[in-house]
């Protein structure tokens, strides 16, 4: 089916590592794309391809792909980490876009 | 720098239509496409459409088949969302975002957004 799936709740102590994942048929075919929302905000771009950051994206934020399953890594997370993140992919069955529903990290 | 600004914030009533703007500056205009999502309140981001550059090109989302249309002004570089026919549940903040792809065409991401635009729907 074309749908992204992502846990709805992550937590992670601060300085430690989290992995966030997004899983979906469409990602066997093309790359996931990261944002991340903080409250009030519009979203921003993190992780794009197989494993770019945009400029001023820290290098704790990294990118990983593997069969269905797309994930978003940070290392060394820090309180200012603490937001919501979406995955996004074009939906390989149609000319479409395709958004997981979302997961909230908690940095403790 | 490139920048995408949207129009202010609409209360609209049940059964209208509204239409959002969003000027962009800082790139060809006339070179991507553009993509709106739009979020309701405490929920998920949600993808509506695409653009084509040109704006002779469109693709929907199924569920608003029929109630979106979007345009665009490359006289003034701006990329319009109408949505008709108005119920509660349209009730979200509305998103414009750049396209990009990789040269291999195996990847796209949204960058950058518009601050986005608050639709109200409401009796």
């Known amino acids: 089916s074309s749908e992204l799936t992502q846990d709805p709740a992550v937590s992670v102590a601060l300085g430690q590592t989290v992995r966030i994942t997004c899983r979906g048929d469409?990602?066997?075919?093309?790359?996931a794309s990261w944002y991340q929302q903080k409250p009030g905000q519009a979203p921003v771009l993190v992780i794009y391809g197989k494993n770019n950051r945009p400029s001023g994206i820290p290098d704790r934020f990294s990118g990983s792909s593997s069969g269905n399953t797309a994930s978003l890594t940070i290392t060394g997370a820090q309180a200012e980490d603490e937001a919501d993140y979406y995955c996004?992919?074009?939906?390989?069955?149609?000319?479409?876009?395709?958004f997981g529903g979302g997961t909230k990290l908690t940095v403790l | 720098q490139v920048q995408l600004v949207q129009s202010g914030a609409e209360v609209k009533t049940p059964g209208a239509s509204v239409k959002v703007s969003c000027k962009a500056s800082?790139?060809?205009?006339?070179?991507?496409?553009m993509h709106w999502v739009r979020q309701a309140p405490g929920q998920g981001l949600e993808w509506m459409g695409i653009i084509n550059p040109s704006g002779d090109s469109t693709s929907y989302a199924q569920k608003f088949q029929g109630r979106v249309t979007m345009t665009r002004d490359t006289s003034t570089s701006t990329v319009y969302m109408e949505l008709s026919s108005l119920r509660s549940e349209d009730t979200a903040i509305y998103y414009c975002?750049?396209?990009?792809?990789?040269?291999?065409?195996?990847?796209?991401?949204?960058?950058?957004w518009g601050q986005g635009t608050l639709v109200t729907v409401s009796s």
């Open positions: 469409s990602l066997r075919t093309y790359y």
């Open positions: 800082g790139f060809t205009f006339t070179a991507y496409f």
């Open positions: 996004n992919c074009r939906d390989s069955s149609a000319y479409h876009w395709l």
């Open positions: 975002a750049r396209d990009n792809s990789d040269s291999d065409i195996t990847g796209w991401w949204f960058d950058p």
